[in-house]
């Protein structure tokens, strides 16, 4: 499962962002998606993420200004980022995780990472 990701960039602080990321490929089913955040020189943490049902996790440092989303349909996750502060800067990377369709017709769990999209908070 390949995974494209979509609408980093440079904001003022107070500004927004919306990241995307979709999923393609053969045969998936997808669980739980997400998007983690990797600051210079920190390790890569969890901003929030999304289960089939719609259950949702975030960062407290990121509570009540991020909002995701999915769309199903689409095999797509969203990540609507608002008031955002000079310590968001990082690159966020999407992940997916789930079942695919074996050559031998069985389900296995996969998870994928997205390339990474940077997103830079400075006035």
């Known amino acids: 499962v390949q995974l494209q990701a979509s609408g980093g960039g440079l904001v003022q602080p107070g500004g927004s962002l919306r990241l995307s990321c979709a999923a393609s490929?053969?045969?998936?089913?997808?669980?739980?998606m997400g998007w983690y955040f990797q600051a210079s020189g920190k390790q890569r943490e969890l901003v929030a993420d999304?289960?089939?049902?719609?259950?949702?996790n975030f960062a407290d440092s990121v509570k009540g200004r991020f909002t995701i989303s999915r769309d199903n349909a689409k095999n797509t996750v969203y990540l609507q980022m608002n008031n955002l502060k000079p310590e968001d800067t990082a690159v966020y990377y999407c992940?997916?995780?789930?079942?695919?369709?074996?050559?031998?017709?069985?389900?296995?769990?996969?998870?994928?990472w997205g390339q990474g999209t940077q997103v830079t908070v400075s006035s």
């Open positions: 992940h997916v995780d789930g079942l695919y369709l074996t050559k031998e017709a069985l389900w296995a769990v996969f998870g994928s």
């Open positions: 999304i289960s089939s049902e719609g259950s949702t």
């Open positions: 490929g053969d045969d998936f089913r997808i669980n739980t």
